[in-house]
């Protein structure tokens, strides 16, 4: 399932957020995640600097710098924020400037932006304190533009997934089960719903849009059995168990004869800094 856990009953679901020691996890082998993860979409890029009065982008969770270097790619200059040295590291290495904090935490210092994005990073923040943060440091008329990809593979490795998850994490709070039922995005929305209800408790914004981009991707077994170790719900899974999760995962990729086709949507809750504070 996706780079972000479906959301269930369970607390680190519905508020992942708090879910620190998975939050801060990804930095277990940077070189994997960023060779394996998908990029964001170009229009997406697109809309979102052609939505902005300027170019000073700030990247909340910014990772191994993956959309922060299509963001600079576009033209813009970009500052990343994130909790993780080890991704940090990584994303300075390719040329963008981190800062290394959590964004609740992360102190401005007086500094503004034309746009705070974040690349399937904005569940791992405080959804109201997070849009907090940003209203205080855009610009008027900034944008505030959280998006993350969702993604539905075929019912054969979905189903595959969930079943060797459930027999080698029986306890974990991220359970990967819903997508059997239901499609991903129905599985997102609640998500959504909170990141906007966020934006809105914070004040400060316009009414929050969602902005969606479907795009496709072929993966080969070997292709995705080599993303899948990046997956949150799956970061801290013990050598042993990763390795029985991806034999399952593989042997239903065989049946289909080697490969699939994902389908994707990456989603943009977005909102405007509104021109006077409120
Ligand atoms: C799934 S990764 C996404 C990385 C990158 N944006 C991308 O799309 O490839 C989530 C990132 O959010 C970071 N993160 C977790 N909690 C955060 C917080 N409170 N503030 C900022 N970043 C956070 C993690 O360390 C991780 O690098």
Same mark, same amino acid.
């Given at each position: 399932?996706?780079?972000?856990?479906?959301?269930?009953?369970?607390?680190?679901?519905?508020?992942?957020?708090?879910?620190?020691?998975?939050?801060?996890?990804?930095?277990?082998?940077?070189?994997?995640?960023?060779?394996?993860?998908?990029?964001?979409?170009?229009?997406?890029?697109?809309?979102?600097? #052609?939505?902005?009065?300027?170019?000073?982008?700030?990247?909340?969770?910014?990772?191994? %710098?993956?959309? #922060?270097?299509?963001?600079?790619?576009?033209?813009?200059?970009?500052?990343?924020?994130?909790?993780?040295?080890?991704?940090?590291?990584?994303?300075?290495?390719?040329?963008?400037?981190?800062?290394?904090?959590?964004?609740?935490?992360?102190?401005?210092?007086?500094?503004?932006?034309?746009?705070?994005?974040?690349?399937? !990073?904005?569940?791992?923040?405080?959804?109201?304190?997070?849009?907090?943060?940003?209203?205080?440091?855009?610009?008027?008329? %900034?944008?505030?533009?959280?998006?993350?990809?969702?993604?539905?593979?075929?019912?054969?490795?979905?189903?595959?997934? !969930?079943?060797?998850?459930?027999?080698? !994490?029986?306890?974990?709070?991220?359970?990967?089960?819903?997508?059997?039922?239901?499609?991903?995005?129905?599985?997102?929305?609640?998500?959504? #719903?909170?990141?906007?209800?966020?934006?809105?408790?914070?004040?400060?914004?316009?009414?929050?849009?969602?902005?969606?981009?479907?795009?496709?991707? #072929?993966?080969?077994?070997?292709?995705?059995?080599?993303?899948?170790?990046?997956?949150?719900?799956?970061?801290?899974?013990?050598?042993?168990?990763?390795?029985?999760?991806?034999?399952?995962?593989?042997?239903?990729?065989?049946?289909? %004869? %080697?490969?699939?086709?994902?389908?994707?949507?990456?989603?943009?809750?977005?909102?405007?800094?509104?021109?006077?504070?409120?």
């Amino acid at each position: 399932m996706p780079t972000i856990p479906p959301v269930q009953a369970r607390p680190p679901e519905n508020e992942p957020h708090r879910a620190r020691q998975t939050a801060e996890s990804f930095g277990i082998d940077p070189g994997r995640y960023d060779r394996t993860r998908p990029r964001y979409p170009d229009a997406l890029v697109e809309r979102i600097v #052609a939505g902005s009065p300027g170019p000073d982008v700030l990247d909340v969770g910014c990772g191994t %710098g993956i959309e #922060a270097r299509q963001f600079r790619a576009a033209g813009c200059t970009v500052l990343g924020v994130e909790p993780d040295a080890r991704m940090a590291d990584f994303a300075r290495r390719g040329g963008v400037e981190v800062e290394v904090a959590t964004f609740e935490t992360w102190d401005p210092a007086g500094r503004v932006f034309d746009a705070v994005v974040a690349g399937t !990073a904005w569940h791992w923040v405080d959804p109201v304190a997070g849009a907090a943060k940003a209203a205080q440091v855009l610009r008027p008329g %900034g944008r505030l533009a959280p998006f993350h990809h969702v993604f539905q593979s075929p019912p054969e490795v979905t189903e595959a997934l !969930a079943e060797a998850y459930r027999r080698v !994490a029986p306890d974990s709070p991220f359970g990967l089960s819903g997508q059997r039922t239901r499609p991903a995005l129905d599985l997102y929305q609640p998500l959504f #719903a909170k990141i906007a209800d966020g934006i809105r408790e914070a004040g400060g914004f316009s009414e929050p849009q969602q902005w969606r981009f479907d795009w496709e991707c #072929a993966y080969t077994r070997k292709q995705w059995l080599d993303q899948l170790p990046t997956l949150g719900a799956l970061t801290q899974l013990a050598p042993d168990k990763l390795a029985e999760l991806l034999e399952g995962v593989g042997a239903a990729i065989d049946a289909m %004869g %080697g490969s699939f086709t994902m389908s994707y949507a990456t989603v943009v809750i977005t909102a405007a800094r509104a021109d006077r504070r409120p």
